[in-house]
């Protein structure tokens, strides 16, 4: 059955500090890795993308790995703000012939940054 | 940017009822997609929609639900007959197929759904 998993659920952190999320998976056939923030009742909006040859990934202070032999994804977000409040949800798209794909979302890791 | 639009932001209906939720995807995008996500839950996949049909549909889209896309903007979708556990956010996204950049998918806001 395909799988996310993500960890830790919630996590508290000070400004400026840095943190790393976690995610495991059991997706097939896989195509892509994604990492999304949600703003508490908005979509997700995409951060990273990578393709099993990829194992690293930044877009600004945020950076993604992956192990594609462990199935292992971290998102590690650097000199946190307070608008990075938010959860973040790793997410994994099965990949189809003619372009389609299917994401299987985890259930997120609801990051909060306090002053 | 160009993004994917959901109207109602929020619809509130009685149980038994109709709703239609609408999406106007992005204008050059060839897929289109239904999520929900209950309250502190997970964000699930319904139905994906290519070329005028369904691409595929999970088991929570049953015969109560239908998608649509009546012209060339506008991605509806339908459920008959509410039930309560139907009240959930509905996120519509969509994305230009191909692969790696090409299918990233963009959600709209989402529409509240809540059931009385």
């Known amino acids: 059955k395909n799988q996310v998993e993500q960890s830790p659920q919630s996590l508290i952190i000070l400004e400026g500090k840095n943190c790393t999320l976690q995610?495991?998976?059991?997706?097939?056939?896989?195509?892509?890795l994604r990492w999304y923030k949600q703003d508490t009742g908005r979509g997700p909006v995409s951060l990273t993308i990578?393709?099993?040859?990829?194992n690293t990934k930044s877009n600004g202070r945020y950076t993604a790995t992956l192990d594609a032999d462990t199935k292992q994804s971290s998102l590690h977000i650097t000199a946190s703000q307070l608008s990075d409040s938010a959860s973040y949800i790793c997410?994994?798209?099965?990949?189809?012939?003619?372009?389609?794909?299917?994401?299987?979302f985890g259930a997120g890791t609801r990051l909060a940054v306090h002053p | 940017e160009p993004e994917v639009t959901q109207t109602p932001s929020h619809q509130v209906t009685q149980m038994g009822q109709e709703v239609i939720l609408r999406c106007v995807p992005i204008?050059?995008?060839?897929?289109f997609y239904w999520y929900r996500q209950i309250l502190g839950q997970k964000v699930e996949f319904l139905v994906s929609?290519?070329?005028?049909?369904?691409?595929?549909k999970s088991e929570i889209f049953d015969d109560q639900f239908s998608v649509e896309r009546p012209d060339g903007s506008n991605f509806t979708l339908k459920i008959r007959s509410t039930k309560l556990e139907d009240s959930a956010m509905y996120f519509c996204?969509?994305?230009?197929?191909?692969?790696?950049?090409?299918?990233?998918?963009?959600f709209g806001a989402g529409t509240r759904l809540s059931v009385l």
């Open positions: 996204a969509s994305s230009g197929g191909g692969t790696g950049f090409k299918n990233i998918q963009y």
């Open positions: 995610c495991n998976y059991t997706v097939s056939p896989f195509s892509n």
């Open positions: 990578m393709t099993f040859s990829e």
């Open positions: 997410v994994v798209s099965a990949g189809f012939s003619g372009g389609y794909n299917k994401l299987i």
């Open positions: 204008s050059n995008h060839l897929y």
């Open positions: 929609f290519y070329n005028n049909e369904i691409s595929e």
